[in-house]
């Protein structure tokens, strides 16, 4: 089956200090990789794609992501959190053989402390 | 350039009514799609379009729920009638292709849903 698993539903972070968003998929297929960020009753907004180029791949506000194959896993890191940054972070898959059906995890909500 | 744009953005509604939410999506856009968000989890897709044509509507509950793209541009999503769990956040997006797996989805503010 294919699926994606947030591996934390909450993450709480000082201001300043790196954010670590945990994310694995599940597939037999090469995927399409994406995170998104939706702020309170705001659309989402893509971060950054991963679409079987270069497997680190650098996104908006200072987010970036690995695809790392052998683990199956593409985490989603700053290396200094901002008091904007708190939202909800989706970790998105999407399959060659699925047109362009998205599918989402469950979500990580980010707070960030002064 | 202005994004997806999508009315109302919030509905109260009492259980058995009817009722429907409209989709502007980002102009030239092929694919359009509207997804489910239940509180607190990811969203869902409901139906995809690639212009006219609804090319994955397998996840939309057809007893109750209906969506149209007449045009190929706007896109209207109907429910009737309305039970206690619709209530939601319906999402509308879309995207410059032909709905590949790489293309990026751009997303409206959603409409909230509260039936009661």
């Known amino acids: 089956a294919q699926s994606v698993t947030q591996l934390d539903s909450h993450v709480s972070v000082s201001e300043g200090t790196p954010v670590l968003l945990r994310c694995n998929y599940s597939s037999s297929y090469s995927p399409s990789l994406f995170w998104y960020v939706q702020h309170p009753n705001k659309g989402l907004q893509l971060l950054l794609k991963y679409t079987s180029a270069a497997t680190l791949v650098k996104g908006i506000n200072g987010f970036e992501a690995e695809f790392k194959k052998s683990e199956t896993s593409f985490h989603l890191t700053k290396p200094s959190a901002h008091m904007s940054d708190a939202a909800e972070y989706f970790c998105v898959v999407s399959f060659y053989n699925q047109g362009g059906k998205l599918i989402f995890g469950q979500g990580t909500e980010l707070s960030v402390k002064p | 350039e202005a994004g997806v744009v999508q009315s109302p953005r919030y509905k109260i509604i009492e259980k058995k009514q009817p009722v429907a939410f409209w989709c502007n999506p980002i102009?030239?856009?092929?694919?359009l799609y509207w997804y489910l968000q239940n509180l607190g989890q990811g969203p869902e897709l409901l139906i995809r379009?690639?212009?006219?044509?609804?090319?994955?509507d397998s996840q939309l509950p057809k007893d109750r729920f209906s969506a149209e793209r007449l045009k190929g541009v706007d896109s209207t999503l109907k429910i009737q009638p309305a039970e206690l769990g619709d209530s939601a956040v319906y999402l509308c997006?879309?995207?410059?292709?032909?709905?590949?797996?790489?293309?990026?989805?751009?997303f409206g503010p959603g409409t909230r849903l509260l039936v009661l």
């Open positions: 102009s030239g856009h092929n694919t």
């Open positions: 997006a879309s995207s410059p292709g032909q709905g590949t797996s790489q293309e990026t989805q751009y």
């Open positions: 379009y690639e212009n006219e044509e609804a090319v994955d």
